[in-house]
């Protein structure tokens, strides 16, 4: 079974461009999640996505968007590109994630995002 | 609201020494405690988890952690280290009764292992 892709691997932007990065969760997952890794911060969520509905945020501007897909696959949007946003960005896909169920949430290589 | 602390962002062990990890954590409501381990340009791989099942948990490559409710502690540990297991190592919790797998991290412990 192929695990959690991510594209690109890696990104050079400027500063006010904006970017977009893919995530395609393993097959039959439903719920996508991202992340931003940095050495300052460490690792933080942005939000979650299942059955194409953004289920979870974290603490972050609105800069920061994303999608999901009706095959899950998912995306995420950051505009108005900021210094700060250098980061390796993590997408992890697991089952259902419901209220009580623990699923394994599986990590992508990720996404290594350079602000110029 | 919940949190994770990680006390130590770095260890140093010899090859075959104990390895142990501290994580405290903090939650308002009964916890899903995970450890979580990153080798370089990687992503995360689960290295176990504690769902309520049973205190001690037993994990892969030959880690556990035991979850001590009074201490608010999940240490990882490993009897005998090997210089493979030279990585960042991540606790992170989520909440029982959330929908959803928005797990909040602990800042990270990079083990090194010498020979």
């Known amino acids: 079974k192929a695990g959690v892709t991510q594209t690109p691997r890696y990104l050079i932007k400027t500063r006010g461009q904006q970017v977009t990065l893919s995530c395609s969760p393993i097959s039959g997952h439903r719920s996508v999640s991202w992340y931003q890794q940095t050495p300052g911060q460490g690792l933080q969520f942005l939000f979650e996505?299942?059955?194409?509905?953004?289920?979870n945020k974290g603490n972050f501007p609105g800069r920061f968007s994303g999608r999901q897909f009706s095959n899950s696959r998912s995306e995420m949007n950051v505009s108005t590109l900021e210094l700060g946003d250098s980061a390796l960005y993590l997408c992890a896909s697991s089952l259902n994630s419901l209220a009580g169920v623990s699923d394994e949430q599986f990590f992508g290589p990720g996404t290594r995002l350079t602000v110029l | 609201a919940q949190s994770v602390t990680q006390l130590g962002s770095h260890v140093s062990v010899s090859e075959g020494a104990l390895v142990l990890l501290r994580c405290n954590y903090s939650s308002s409501v009964p916890p899903y405690l995970f450890w979580y381990v990153q080798y370089p340009n990687q992503g995360l791989q689960l290295l176990l988890k504690?769902?309520?099942?049973?205190?001690l948990v037993k994990g892969i490559n030959g880690f556990e952690a035991e979850f001590k409710k009074s201490e608010t502690s999940f240490h990882l540990t490993k009897p005998s280290a090997h210089m493979s297991d030279a990585a960042e190592y991540f606790c992170?919790?989520?909440?029982?009764?959330?929908?959803?797998?928005?797990?909040?991290f602990g800042k990270g412990t990079t083990l090194s292992v010498s020979s």
């Open positions: 504690y769902t309520s099942a049973a205190t």
């Open positions: 992170a919790v989520s909440a029982f009764n959330q929908a959803g797998t928005a797990l909040i």
């Open positions: 996505y299942f059955s194409e509905t953004q289920r």
